[in-house]
């Protein structure tokens, strides 16, 4: 898997033989899943001794363009039947339903089966990787998935091994990302593969793209829940919402909104997806993220202003959550202006000339 075998630890290895990759976009797919690892894919031929030792396509089921997500048109090279002797299949983003994956994915599930019956590697960016899964090629493997997607896929696939932590995974042939910007790293990594560390890295340095990278730099959102409806639960979270950073006693609260504490918690947990204690953390956790990511307080500071007048219990609570350390989110994190001052006729300028 990727995790063992990133670049930096690995030997460079002489592309020593022709390999051919196939792309495939999909329509209603994100166009930056098949443009992006084309641009970076092409950079990396035109980098060889023999150029004639990569041939990189973009194909469709019939040949036919398709669009995708913002109007924009892929014409392909050719059709599938054109790509018998493919390397390695790329499959490109496809709408981010998972049952429109599944459907609109059957014209080609069929060619991808035989390619992995002969042995051929499939790069998959999410969400396509739904589609191996409908067809049972990702039983006992470890794939990676958007986290906005992984408890669906958990649900529906169980015997995957799924994750949104890492960016990217390869397991016995089976290359996937988590997302759209994860595309190039999957692309560099599958350059390495090919064409050896070298030309890799002279991709990344071009694209400045740095290495590919092995997890996710930005934790994923912590509400991925249901969201409350015009109900009473509604009253509930917008009370929660102005109150957070106060002490808050669920009970009383249940019986302010003439609950039982019993009726108050199923309905709480339905509502939101969460316990009253863990929804509330997760709130105030994610403030302090927002302030982490924009102000300079200090961390005591800043867990007094989200309700923890315990910073040590609040630096436990955000590392579990989290993944990091709130110092260390901070650095990874925080904005920084490009410039410092924005030019004197441009601050100056009328606001509707800034919109234009």
Known sequence: MLENTHPACQVTLEMTKPAHVALVPFSGGNASTITGPLEVLEFARKQLANDDLLRVSVITPDGAAVTCDGCVTITPSASIAHAEDADLVFLAGMPCVVDEVVGDGACILDWVLERVARGVPIATVCPTQALLAHAGLLDGRTVAMHWSLIDEV????????WTAERMVVEDQGIYSCCGAS?????????????CGRDIMVACAQWFLAGLPRTRQQLPPPMFTGPVAERTLMAGVEAWILGHFNGPIHFESLSRQFGMSWRTFYRRFQDAFGDSPKVYLQKLRLNAARRLLETDTDSIDLVALRVGYADPAYFRVLFKRYVGMTPSRYRDNFRFRPVATKMPLALAQAPAHRLSR
């Open 154 to 161: 958990r649900q529906r696939w169980p015997k995957t091994c």
């Open 182 to 194: 994860a595309a190039i790293d999957l692309t560099l990594y599958i350059v390495d593969q090919l």
